[in-house]
């Protein structure tokens, strides 16, 4: 499904991934773990159109999408929850919701999307009413994700989807990765929480100082002497 190879990224001229390669098979889980500066972040906007200057390929099912604009991107199939959630504060959840179905390929199918969103985070259908100013945190970072899943991806990027949550809200949002993974939703998980990470995950990479640095089944990376040294501490 997504093959990245040789993947230079820049913000403005300073580079901050060299020659990352990275594969997400149809129906996987990949998480992205690193220490904090790694390049994590900067892998999901070079991915989603979201950096101007990139070098190598990128591509989904053979299309290259690098330089395409993010809205084409996503018409590929690709949808993004980025660091921070970035909701519309002001707007309604529903509305914000209904944002995420813009795609062309979405627009007719978005009361299904919005059904199946809302029965993935009842939540959201309790308050759909509610500015999202008004959700806490973890009910802010569901809206996020529900928001990408109504352009109706096959390939989600999540971006840091535990930041600033309570543990308890966190086990949440890991359980709604794995259903919607179980749905058909393949998924790049580029996250800190080491462990879950490595728990939801079918295969991982580390990345630190902008280049990948191992790979493998989530359980040799849990036995490697350079991921207990670079992300946990041991």
């Given at each position: 499904?997504?093959?990245?190879?040789?993947?230079?990224?820049?913000?403005?001229?300073?580079?901050?991934?060299?020659?990352?390669?990275?594969?997400?098979?149809?129906?996987?889980?990949?998480?992205?773990?690193?220490?904090?500066?790694?390049?994590?972040?900067?892998?999901?906007?070079?991915?989603?159109?979201?950096?101007?200057?990139?070098?190598?390929?990128?591509?989904?099912?053979?299309?290259?999408?690098?330089?395409?604009?993010?809205?084409?991107?996503?018409?590929?199939?690709?949808?993004?929850?980025?660091?921070?959630?970035?909701?519309?504060?002001?707007?309604?959840?529903?509305?914000?919701?209904?944002?995420?179905?813009?795609?062309?390929?979405?627009?007719?199918?978005?009361?299904?999307?919005?059904?199946?969103?809302?029965?993935?985070?009842?939540?959201?259908?309790?308050?759909?009413?509610?500015?999202?100013?008004?959700?806490?945190?973890?009910e802010q970072q569901m809206l996020a994700i529900g928001r990408a899943?109504?352009?109706?991806?096959?390939?989600?990027?999540?971006?840091?989807?535990?930041?600033?949550?309570?543990?308890?809200?966190?086990?949440?949002?890991?359980?709604?990765?794995?259903?919607?993974?179980?749905?058909?939703?393949?998924?790049?998980?580029?996250?800190?929480?080491?462990?879950?990470?490595?728990?939801?995950?079918?295969?991982?990479?580390?990345?630190?100082?902008?280049?990948?640095?191992?790979?493998?089944?989530?359980?040799?990376?849990?036995?490697?002497?350079?991921?207990?040294?670079?992300?946990?501490?041991?």
């Amino acid at each position: 499904m997504l093959e990245v190879r040789h993947l230079d990224a820049f913000h403005g001229h300073a580079q901050a991934l060299w020659d990352v390669d990275i594969d997400v098979r149809d129906g996987e889980i990949v998480s992205v773990i690193g220490p904090n500066g790694a390049g994590k972040s900067t892998l999901v906007m070079a991915l989603a159109g979201m950096l101007r200057t990139i070098r190598g390929r990128v591509s989904v099912d053979g299309t290259d999408l690098v330089r395409l604009p993010p809205h084409q991107v996503c018409a590929h199939g690709v949808a993004v929850v980025p660091e921070g959630r970035r909701v519309f504060a002001r707007m309604s959840v529903r509305d914000n919701l209904l944002l995420g179905a813009h795609r062309r390929g979405a627009r007719p199918e978005h009361r299904e999307a919005l059904a199946r969103v809302e029965r993935l985070f009842p939540r959201l259908a309790e308050r759909s009413r509610q500015p999202a100013m008004n959700l806490s945190g973890g009910e802010q970072q569901m809206l996020a994700i529900g928001r990408a899943l109504m352009a109706r991806p096959r390939l989600l990027l999540l971006d840091e989807p535990s930041l600033g949550l309570a543990p308890i809200v966190i086990d949440e949002v890991f359980d709604a990765i794995r259903a919607i993974n179980a749905d058909g939703v393949s998924v790049l998980l580029v996250e800190q929480e080491v462990e879950r990470a490595l728990d939801v995950a079918d295969r991982a990479y580390l990345l630190a100082e902008g280049r990948v640095v191992t790979s493998g089944h989530p359980d040799s990376l849990r036995d490697s002497e350079v991921v207990r040294r670079s992300v946990l501490g041991r």
